[in-house]
């Protein structure tokens, strides 16, 4: 933890063992590669803010129950090497670009940035709360579905890319997805976009193999773009 603002030249690895790190004063400045890692189980395991740009390294914390990272930096967020969270909440005046491919992150908590970038390999990634994103957004998932659940993922007038294996917003209680050009990629699995609150405005690309249906709801009109399905449904409501 920290009781004032920190500078950082250069390259920082944090290592709390049982502890927690908190370094959330919004005033440091972390100006090389940021590593932390921590085998506590809880929320907010990881606090990292940076008053400008944030790099980071490998961040490394249990997979289980409530435990979170929480990134925030009035700049872009990178990294240099892979993340393993379990739920991980970010917040960037910048473009966020978390692609790479070995990236294991359980679920997002609400988070709003620049522009996203997020690649998962932990066999499906769920939304647990609101992400707004003010460029262009792309979310990838391997091995399992990308779950929207019940929150809005917002990215009005800025172009959209969801791959998983499924896609899919809560049935009974959805939350609203905006967004301007999109693509949706669903693999074997089904799309399953039904929110009434949807405003697609720009041409809508779906993607389906195999036995995989859509089902997807725009409040106004509806522009479909190339879109490709094998033996499944589709329903379009608009």
Aim: glycine share 14%; aromatic share 2%.
């Amino acid at each position: 933890s920290q009781t004032g603002p920190l500078t950082v030249t250069g390259v920082a690895t944090l290592a709390a063992g049982s502890g927690t790190i908190d370094f959330s004063n919004q005033y440091n400045d972390f100006q090389d590669m940021v590593s932390a890692a921590t085998d506590t189980a809880v929320a907010n395991a990881i606090l990292l803010w940076d008053a400008n740009s944030l790099l980071l390294g490998s961040v490394t914390t249990p997979t289980t129950g409530s435990t979170s990272v929480d990134l925030l930096a009035f700049g872009t967020i990178t990294q240099s090497a892979a993340l393993t969270v379990n739920i991980l909440g970010v917040q960037a005046t910048g473009a966020v670009s978390l692609d790479n491919a070995g990236n294991a992150i359980g679920s997002l908590a609400a988070s709003s940035v620049g522009g996203l970038t997020l690649v998962d390999s932990a066999g499906g990634l769920t939304l647990l709360g609101q992400v707004a994103s003010g460029g262009t957004t792309t979310v990838t998932t391997t091995g399992g579905a990308l779950d929207l659940s019940t929150v809005n993922l917002l990215a009005a007038g800025q172009s959209l890319s969801l791959t998983g294996a499924g896609i899919r917003q809560d049935a009974a209680s959805p939350g609203q997805v905006t967004a301007a050009a999109t693509n949706l990629d669903a693999g074997a699995g089904d799309i399953a976009l039904t929110g009434a609150l949807n405003d697609f405005t720009g041409a809508v690309a779906l993607t389906v193999t195999g036995s995989g249906s859509i089902a997807i709801t725009d409040a106004n009109a509806i522009e479909l773009g190339s879109s490709t399905i094998a033996d499944g449904t589709l329903t379009v409501n608009a």
